[in-house]
C-alpha cells in the first residue's frame, strides 16, 4: 500500500486530506510541521512514497521543507498545496523541487489524481536503472551550482567552470561559514602539498569571484582571512541596505 505524509497545519484540513488518502487505498501519516516532516521522513524504515505538503506552515514553510529535503538526497514525490495560485509560489516551489502543485482550494478529485499520477511517475522511474550518484546541487544567495555538470548559476547567468574551478567552489561551499587555509586547500582539493605555490589558489579565487560579481575590494562570498585563507559565506548580510537604512 502507498505511504503518503501530509504536511499540513490546519487540523480540519490535514485530518479530511488522511481520512479521503486512506479512502482512496493509501496508508497515510500526517505531520502538522516542516521540521516534524523533516525528521519523519528521515526517520522512516521504508521511504514514503509521496509527500502532500502545505506551502504555508509554522517555522519551516513548504518551499524550506522542500529544499532540505532535496538537498540531502531525499527525491521523495512532492505534490504542494499553494494557498493561492500565485505564479511565483508556483515558479518557487518548482525550482525548490517539487514534482507538482495544487491551488488551494481545490476538487478533492483533482488531488487524489494528481497524488496517482506521481505515484505512477515515482514507480516508473524505480523500475528504470537509478543513476550513478544522486545529484547534489548547492544552492546560496539565488545562485546555484551543479558540482555534476560544473555549472555555476548567478541569478540567471549560467557559468561553465574548469573542474579544478568547481572542485574549489564546492570545497568552499562544503565548508560555508569555516575559515579554510590555503594549505588545507591544496592538500583538500587538488592533493597538492605545501611545497606547492599558493598563489595558484588565488588566481582561481579571483576567477571565481569574477564569476560571483565580487567587487574584488569587498568581496561579499569569497572573504579573504588574512594571513590564513578564505572563509566563504554563503548568505551574506546585504551592507548596502543596512548603510542606506
Ligand atoms: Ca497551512
Not at 501519516?29 to 516542516?34: K, M, S, T, V
Not at 560544473?150 to 568552499?172: F, N, W
Amino acid at each position: 500500500m502507498p505511504h503518503i505524509l501530509v504536511v499540513e497545519d490546519e487540523p480540519h484540513l490535514a485530518m479530511g486530506l488522511q481520512f479521503n488518502l486512506e479512502a482512496d487505498g493509501h496508508e497515510v501519516d500526517a505531520a502538522a510541521d516542516g521540521e516534524t516532516a523533516l525528521r519523519v521522513l528521515a526517520e522512516a524504515r521504508v521511504p514514503f512514497d509521496a509527500v502532500v505538503l502545505d506551502v504555508m506552515l509554522p517555522g519551516k514553510n513548504g518551499f524550506e521543507v522542500t529544499r532540505a529535503l532535496r538537498e540531502r538526497g531525499d527525491y521523495v514525490p512532492i505534490l504542494m498545496l499553494t494557498a493561492r495560485s500565485r505564479p511565483e509560489d508556483v515558479l518557487l516551489g518548482f525550482d525548490a523541487g517539487v514534482d507538482d502543485y495544487l491551488p488551494k482550494p481545490f476538487e478533492l478529485a483533482i488531488l487524489l489524481a494528481r497524488v496517482r499520477s506521481l505515484l505512477r511517475r515515482s514507480a516508473w522511474a524505480r523500475s528504470a536503472p537509478p543513476p550513478e550518484r544522486p545529484p547534489e546541487i548547492y544552492r546560496f544567495a539565488g545562485n546555484t551550482f551543479d558540482p555534476s555538470t560544473l555549472e555555476l548559476r548567478v541569478g540567471t547567468l549560467p557559468y561553465h567552470l574548469t573542474a579544478m574551478e568547481a572542485d574549489l567552489l564546492q570545497y568552499l561551499l562544503k565548508n560555508a561559514g569555516k575559515v579554510v587555509s590555503r594549505k588545507a586547500i591544496l592538500e583538500d582539493v587538488w592533493d597538492l602539498h605545501e611545497d606547492t605555490d599558493t598563489r595558484a589558489i588565488d588566481n582561481f579565487i579571483v576567477r571565481l569571484r569574477r564569476f560571483l560579481n565580487e567587487d574584488p575590494a569587498t568581496p561579499r562570498h569569497v572573504v579573504t582571512v588574512r594571513g590564513v585563507g578564505y572563509r566563504f559565506v554563503a548568505d551574506p548580510v546585504d551592507t548596502d541596505a543596512n548603510g542606506l537604512g
